[in-house]
């Protein structure tokens, strides 16, 4: 299913998305946003050092780094962000192959986009375009509380 997704702010750019990034794990791992699109946004993450396990392999839990910082700036670029917060509250994961070197890119459209949770699909695939991992994400809308 496609979902034609309108941006909550019509002038987000790829710039737009770098600047949430700052001093968060998003940046200790060296993810960089690469596309924008109307239903889906694409990142990228090196496999080096910070992000390999012990055996010299992408880890696991990197790969869910990506898939839900992808899922939950897509979630709060859906909503006012000046009324919600936009927090993951559960994620799955199948590693289907492992990546030794380069970058992994992780593109995430949506499944469901409801008032109070979203669901988002990542598909994780290395520079050969050969799927290393499938993530579902769902995301929980809060309204933030009166100051």
């Keep these: 299913m496609r979902f034609m997704v309108v941006w909550f702010d019509k002038n987000v750019s790829l710039e737009t998305l770098r ?4 001093g968060t794990m998003t940046e200790h791992l060296g993810i960089e946003w690469v596309e924008l699109g109307n239903d889906f946004i694409r990142a990228k993450m090196p496999v080096d050092h910070r ?12 790969s869910c780094v990506l898939a ?17 917060y936009c927090v993951g509250i559960e ?16 593109v995430c459209s949506p499944v469901h986009l409801g008032s109070s949770t979203h669901v988002w699909d990542i598909r994780i695939t290395n520079e050969e375009e050969k799927l290393i991992c499938i993530s ?3 995301v929980a809308i809060i309204k933030k509380k009166d100051s």
Aim: glycine share 14%.
């Design 91 to 106: 994620i799955n994961a199948n590693h289907i192959r492992s990546a030794k070197n380069g970058y992994v890119y992780g």
């Design 51 to 62: 992000t390999n396990q012990p055996y010299g392999l992408l880890h696991g839990g990197a």
């Design 68 to 84: 839900e910082t992808l899922g939950s700036v897509a979630s709060h670029l859906i909503v006012n962000s000046s009324q919600f």
């Design 19 to 22: 600047s949430l990034g700052k």
């Design 136 to 138: 579902r994400l769902t």
